[in-house]
């Protein structure tokens, strides 16, 4: 298991780490009608909402499941993640890009339609690759990248049938939550972040399934630059429509 050291000696791997952030999260209660009541301010609604900062990962379809790991492999269980029904898999696979590759990347389940690979712009630019911003593999955008798993090998074609991306900035809500503060899926809301780096990030992309928590997504480039981490908190700013 791989360890991150800090200054002051201390060791956490990369479970105990997971596992810390899912506990401080739960902690907020944001599911539905449990979300908690924005302020209204200045015309617009105010919503505390927490962020989770998504590292580099891949969603897989089950075909490209059986041939990375083998026919009639099933994903397994490493950790459960914020949003119910979603998972880190124990799977990971080796990610080729043009100039290098990153060894080991993993696999988020359940499986879905079309494979893709979610990465920042720091691991795209180090894998020699141009990536588009988009949402999802069915998007247009998305570019060709190479996945080798222990049992096979798949390249993703991009151009609307699975590829690597990007991941826009998006806030996840269930259907309850986003009728409830005047919000529809594709909506684009801005985002404050209070701290050392006070920062606004606009065009964050709403996103509602039924069941979904409020949880805002963020990825490793962009909690760095305005200094956030998991679990921690921003304020979604709302216009009163």
Not at 48 to 73: K, M, N, Q, Y
Not at 75 to 85: A, F, H, I, P
Not at 157 to 169: D, H, L, Q, S, W
Request: proline share 5%.
């Amino acid at each position: 298991m791989e360890q991150l050291a800090f200054r002051n000696g201390a060791a956490l791997n990369l479970d105990q780490i997971s596992q810390a952030v899912i506990a401080r999260l739960a902690q907020i209660e944001v599911a539905g009608e449990d979300s908690p009541e924005p302020i209204e301010r200045n015309g617009r609604l105010e919503l505390t909402v927490p962020i989770g900062i998504s590292v580099r990962h891949l969603h897989l379809c089950d075909e490209h499941v059986a041939i990375l790991f083998g026919e009639g492999h099933s994903l397994t269980v490493y950790n459960e993640l914020y949003q119910k029904g979603y998972y880190a898999a124990k799977e990971q696979v080796m990610v080729v890009g043009k100039r290098r590759c990153i060894e080991t990347v993993r696999v988020l389940g359940p499986t879905r339609p079309y494979s893709q690979v979610e990465l920042a712009q720091t691991e795209a630019l180090q894998l020699g690759l141009k990536l588009p911003i988009a949402t999802e593999g069915a998007d247009p955008a998305c570019k060709p990248i190479t996945l080798v798993g222990p049992q096979g090998v798949v390249t993703l074609p991009g151009g609307g049938k699975g590829g690597a991306f990007i991941a826009r900035r998006h806030v996840h809500m269930s259907d309850v939550a986003a009728r409830r503060y005047g919000v529809k899926n594709g909506d684009l809301l801005d985002l404050f972040i209070d701290g050392a780096r006070p920062t606004t990030l606009h065009g964050v992309l709403v996103r509602v399934k039924a069941g979904w928590r409020n949880e805002i997504h963020l990825d490793t480039d962009e909690g760095n630059a305005v200094g956030i981490r998991n679990g921690q908190t921003g304020t979604l700013i709302i216009p009163i429509k």
